[in-house]
DNA sequence: GTCTATAGATAGATAGAC
DNA sequence: GTCTATCTATCTATAGAC
């Protein structure tokens, strides 16, 4: 087995494990059996279990990074251009996550595993993911506060955080993982079409009075 | 020290625990010491560590549920009654969350705890929570559809869990147990009134077209 | 009821053969 | 690079003295 065919196994099986059972309820003897690899090529490839985690972020966060970046800075535009669209914001910034998720092999697990660490305030790996998507939010926010210049300080912020609350559930909720209890609160036809749904609710709650 | 003093202070040493460091990153032995009792006390008052962990749940979402439940019945009302107001169902839901978790001593804890379960889909516990708050989003949503009869059913799911995620990030944002990184993105002044800014902000996002 | 001591299982990490 | 074997630490749970 080539090197990186085993590195890929790893992180995919981390992924996948780390996003349905967490990070502390993965073992790394059920992960290197789940990629059928040996125990002690996670320590060869990657150093230890933190740092897997680490690569298992950045593999998914760097790119999708990159692509908001390039969106939210071409809608911030010159400091005296218009203001932006709502909608062309809330796009900017929700739609490379949405597409993303949705181009990956194992459905939603993704998603799914950026969901728990916005929960979990003290797990390994939530320093190194604020670090990561820190730009993106700053990004956001500037967009937000041009096209609602007259909004106070405080309130736009609890509105962002209100639109990535519900994005991040959103995201859950598309995945194969939503667990028995939930999934038959929603009937399936509810799991297309997120983020365009999403995306219509927020902007008419982002201009409220 | 008496039998319901000890099973308090394991109570809340546990609700605290759990919510930061999660149920598998909290050991009996952090959680006893914590709460100045004797290791095997926890087994003989609860049974182990899983029958706690319902015990924190029950002790916080019965009181919360008989709320909600009396809110929301008095809002569905008789069937020939007039439709309700969008933002008297969301504060009928959403109030005596934000009420209950105001007036607990270890601040927000316990609405750090709730928004971990919810986005752990296998943790111990998830069961026994959908359980407890399943009546109160059948409620929930009955009342929604009464205040919205002509929006299509899907859409009307997908905007009662946009809200739901919405609150749940608002409850984890007015803890203490905010992390360093988002801490700072949010000032202050913002921690404040976030029951109400979320019922407009809501509202306005129910009322989209 | 409270405590000590310990059983029994499992974790991450690593040394060394191949 | 891959594998086996093993070290050391830590966990939940429980038996039994007081």
New interface residues.
Partial sequence: MSQTETKDRILDAAEGLFA???Y??TSLRALTTEAGVNLASVHYHFGGKEALLKEVLLRRLGPLSKRRQANLKRLRGEPGAAAPCVRDVLRAFMAPTFVLCEGLPNEGAFS?LI??I??????PG??YF??LV?PD?ELF?ACLKRAFPALP???L???M??????????L??RTA??????RE???P??SAG?GG??V??????????
């Fill in positions: 349905r059972q967490g502390r309820g799914l969901g728990r916005l929960a979990e305030p003290e797990e939530r320093s604020l670090e820190r939010l926010y300080e405080p309130i912020l609890w509105r955080h209100f639109c990535l609350g519900a994005m991040s559930h959103a859950s909720l993982a939503v667990p028995p209890g939930i609160l929603f009937p036809a509810a997120a749904h999403l219509s609710f927020l902007a008419a709650a982002l201009e409220a009075p």
